[in-house]
């Protein structure tokens, strides 16, 4: 059964942190890299932070150094751990394969997102 649970987000002030955790099923996870995306009202989905198997990771500039993204392969499961946040963080997370499977592939598939909204 392909799954992908997010959760974790929240309402936080600028300058808080919140932790993201994202359950995968194991055909998502496996032995695939995984991603944390983010869509802003009205806007792309964009990639924030990618982790392969192994453990490297890579970031999107605006979130460097403020973000962390981790993954425990024992429970299929991915992290991001966001601190400093900032009122253009607000968005709906969510976490996929990296890349993830386009539109006409019968796999193609997202989880319901996680909302963070940053604000006073």
């Known amino acids: 059964q392909v799954q992908l649970v997010e959760s974790g987000g929240g309402l936080v002030q600028p300058g808080g942190s919140l932790r993201l955790s994202c359950a995968a099923s194991?055909?998502?996870?496996?032995?695939?890299?995984m991603g944390w995306y983010r869509q802003a009202p009205g806007q792309q989905r964009e990639l924030v932070a990618v982790?392969?198997?192994?453990?490297?990771?890579n970031y999107t500039g605006s979130v460097k150094g403020r973000f962390t993204i981790s993954r425990d392969n024992a429970k299929n499961t991915v992290y991001l751990q966001m601190n400093s946040l900032k009122p253009e963080d607000t968005a709906v997370y969510y976490c996929?394969?990296?890349?993830?499977?386009?539109?006409?592939?019968?796999?193609?598939?997202w989880g319901q997102g996680t909302q963070v909204t940053v604000s006073s």
């Open positions: 982790i392969t198997s192994g453990g490297q990771t």
């Open positions: 194991r055909s998502i996870f496996g032995i695939n890299a």
């Open positions: 996929n394969r990296y890349p993830p499977y386009d539109r006409l592939n019968p796999r193609y598939y």
